[in-house]
């Protein structure tokens, strides 16, 4: 989890530099200052020679891998290597389950967002195209191999909650979590989605 020093974690990532989008920008950018206190200029990324991505936000792992490890954000931190321990939580707890299809179907999804929760190791607000058009961000949670887990979009005035619920650890409770689409690699027969070997 990120700490109190780094405006609870937020990255903000600009990755659109259309003629005319500086305006959009920074509206979003007001309304994350006026909801985060988003003053930090290590946590904006925000420059058209290093970050002028389109829809690949995933390149400024190459610009800047520390923020995929974490190193800038938690001196603590330890990269998840595998997902052994939650996967096998998460048979086990299927295992044990003898109750009706739609009990056991609201089971599968909750053990899917536990899964997803222990292999996020952080998130990103992407201000792409997308949401320079529309104000709606996206909000990218990465493991860390830089794989999205989930993915939305949200309003910026809600990004304020969506860092609290992180920062307290109760984000497998909020639907910008648990309601999110689900990345490629965590999808059934994904690299790191079902079937799980039981």
């Known amino acids: 989890m990120p700490n109190e020093g780094h405006c609870w974690g937020v990255i903000w990532l600009r990755t659109c530099y259309d003629d005319g989008s500086e305006e959009a920008h920074q509206k979003l950018l007001n309304v994350l200052h006026d909801e985060l206190a988003l003053e930090l200029k290590e946590n904006i990324l925000d420059d058209v020679a290093l970050y002028d991505y389109g829809d690949d936000w995933r390149r400024i792992f190459e610009v800047v891998p520390e923020r995929l490890l974490q190193e800038l954000l938690d001196d603590d931190y330890e990269p998840q290597t595998a997902l052994d321990e ?27 967002v536990r899964l997803h929760l222990d292999a996020a190791g952080n998130y990103v607000l992407v201000a792409d195209k997308v949401a320079l058009d529309t104000g709606k961000v996206l909000v990218v949670f990465f493991d860390d191999c830089g794989r999205t887990v989930r993915d939305s979009r949200i309003e910026a005035e809600l990004c304020d909650g969506l860092a609290g619920a992180w920062f307290d650890g109760c984000i497998d409770e909020d639907n910008v979590f648990t309601e999110a689409n689900i990345g490629p690699d965590y999808l059934t027969g994904g690299s790191c989605g079902p079937p799980l070997a039981t």
């Open 86 to 112: 939650p996967q096998a939580t998460m048979r086990e707890m299927l295992r044990d389950l003898r109750v009706d299809e739609v009990t056991r179907a609201n089971a599968w999804k909750m053990a899917i």
